[in-house]
């Protein structure tokens, strides 16, 4: 029988991110078949993909038992606590991105993930947008084509950008990864 998943403050809908699917494998941590495991990125001596379910992320006995982290990469900021810090990386499910995922912090908590978007879901959250332009006019691009590259994101194709919004000032976050 199907449990009924646990709650992720980090990480709003693993489901709908495609990184916790049904399946019939038992968990390699807890040894128990829950009707799900996760299929995102886990950084571990020992290879997990596929081999966790939720419960064990949740609670934190994945992390324990195998070492194991959810999260390569953040934007950690000086005002973030250890223990938040260690939520998201090592009880949080993480997402598929084309180079290692990044994780958001803002006032001094984790932020949460929507999901990867494109022009079309940013279009609704101009202070993502606005963070992403910035971000490409770092880059030394001509004005047209930072135009370009923010109306040529799709949320399934190779110039995506990963949407967060901060828990305390509900503040939308985003960056972009591509190949």
């Not at 993480?94 to 022009?119: K, M, N, R, V």
Request: proline content about 7%; aromatic content about 12%.
């Amino acid at each position: 029988m199907t449990e009924l998943l646990p709650a992720f403050p980090y990480h709003c809908d693993p489901v709908a991110t495609g990184v916790i699917v049904p399946s019939g494998t038992a968990c390699v941590c807890c040894g128990r078949e829950r009707g799900y495991v996760y299929r995102g990125p886990v950084y571990a001596a020992e290879e997990l993909g596929g081999r966790l379910c939720p419960w064990c992320i949740a609670d934190g006995s994945a992390a324990e038992r195998f070492d194991a982290h959810f999260t390569a990469g953040t934007c950690l900021g000086d005002d973030v606590p250890l223990d938040v810090f260690a939520a998201v990386d090592r009880r949080t499910p993480s997402f598929e991105g084309w180079q290692e995922p990044q994780w958001f912090f803002h006032c001094g908590d984790g932020a949460a993930f929507l999901g990867p978007a494109g022009a079309a879901e940013l279009a609704a959250r101009p202070e993502a947008l606005e963070m992403l332009r910035q971000d490409a006019n770092s880059r030394d691009w001509p004005a047209d084509q930072v135009q370009d590259f923010l109306a040529a994101l799709d949320k399934d194709g190779e110039a995506t950008a990963y949407l967060f919004r901060c828990r305390i000032c509900a503040a939308h976050l985003a960056y972009t990864d591509f190949a």
